[in-house]
């Protein structure tokens, strides 16, 4: 089969490999249907990663068919469409048994096109099954379920309710990539009283405007005082962090009210500096992590009755085997206009970016 092979830093092609075989009782393969290219595939290109192995299969978002599963899995049967969530759950260890699969210590956690080989092939092995995939009801489109692969659960888990989001609070999201769009859309589902995007790109800022931000502010035109004035001079009670660089995380903990939350999101390579001479005062409350995926099954059911806007965050779609034009176009997301890029699925033409 082909799959898109990471070769050490700045080097990956889509290229032929062996096709994934049964190595565990409780393991599936799946035929990759729908497929996505995610920031952190950018980062382990540029080498943030070193854990990742050069040989490896990168992905780790995906929908597609069960072709064969081991002795032991239960739940689904080949045949079955399923998402593939980008965290693997053993089910047994004490974080899985917390519902905390993200931190699995029984070989599970981020492991697809991290620590093994991942989605972005034409078929993945997907280890413990029974607890990794979700069998998707047929009114849920492919195209729309990727989007809980990962993005959708990480905004909503790490971003929105680590934030603590309420009905009337104002929320600020720094970043407006499809993370930061992601939060701005489940920071709705609470009713804030209104939501603050902040970015560098003016496409963004405008999808932002299009998926619930009441107010957009660029980077560079003061956002901490957009926030400042139209919260009596309080601050947010929300800042969530969807960009990882210290910059903008300093710039959320200078947004945020007096007992407000700083949820941070985003990926971070270097350190940034944590202003505790200013925030030891103002009971604020940060917190970080790696999504969970615990809300992937409320999610689904958010998606399929049409309740999350996953498709506005979708700009490009490509065959399967368009892998490494479908990188070039969503590593240039600042001229091209990218969001999320799709690959596989029905619709193969490339829609027009936001101007
Ligand atoms: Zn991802
Ligand atoms: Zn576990």
Redesign the pocket.
């Given at each position: 089969m082909k799959g898109f092979v990471f070769h050490g830093p700045g080097q990956a092609s889509w290229e032929d490999v062996p096709d994934p075989a049964i190595k565990e009782p409780t393991d599936a393969i799946v035929k990759v249907g729908v497929v996505?290219i995610?920031?952190?595939?950018l980062h382990i290109l540029k080498g943030d990663v070193p854990e990742v192995r050069p040989g490896t299969v990168l992905g780790?978002?995906a929908v597609g068919e069960i072709v064969e599963v081991g002795g032991d899995v239960r739940s689904v049967r080949p045949g079955d469409r399923v998402l593939i969530s980008?965290i693997t759950s053993c089910g047994r260890c004490r974080f899985c048994r917390d519902a905390s699969y993200g931190q699995c210590r029984g070989g599970g956690g981020w492991i697809l096109g991290h620590l093994i080989d991942g989605t972005q092939a034409e078929y993945v092995r997907v280890p413990y099954a029974d607890l990794s995939v979700y069998p998707l009801p047929g009114t849920l489109r492919s195209e729309d379920a990727v989007l809980l692969?990962?993005?959708f659960p990480?905004s909503y888990e790490v971003g929105v309710l680590n934030g603590h989001v309420r009905p009337g609070d104002t929320v600020a999201v720094v970043g407006a990539g499809p993370i930061g769009l992601a939060a701005i859309a489940t920071a709705r589902l609470f009713s804030p009283k209104r939501i603050i995007a902040v970015d560098l790109a003016p496409a963004r800022l405008e999808a932002a405007r299009q998926l619930g931000a009441d107010a957009v502010a660029d980077v560079h035109e003061a956002p901490g005082q957009l926030v400042a004035d139209l919260t009596d001079g309080l601050g947010a009670d929300v800042v969530i962090e969807a960009v990882g660089v210290p910059e903008s995380f300093e710039l959320c903990t200078r947004m945020v009210r007096p007992g407000g939350h700083v949820a941070n999101i985003g990926v971070h390579g270097r350190p940034a500096t944590l202003h505790l001479e200013d925030l030891w005062i103002k009971n604020v409350t940060i917190t970080t992590g790696l999504v969970d995926t615990y809300s992937t099954p409320a999610l689904l059911r958010m998606a399929s009755a049409g309740r999350l806007p996953t498709g506005q965050l979708v700009t490009h779609t490509f065959p399967l085997e368009h892998m490494e034009e479908a990188y070039d176009v969503f590593s240039r997301a600042a001229e091209t206009g990218a969001l999320k890029v799709l690959l596989g699925g029905e619709r193969h033409e490339v829609a027009v970016p936001a101007a």
């Open positions: 996505t995610c920031g952190t595939d780790h978002e980008c692969a990962d993005i990480t």
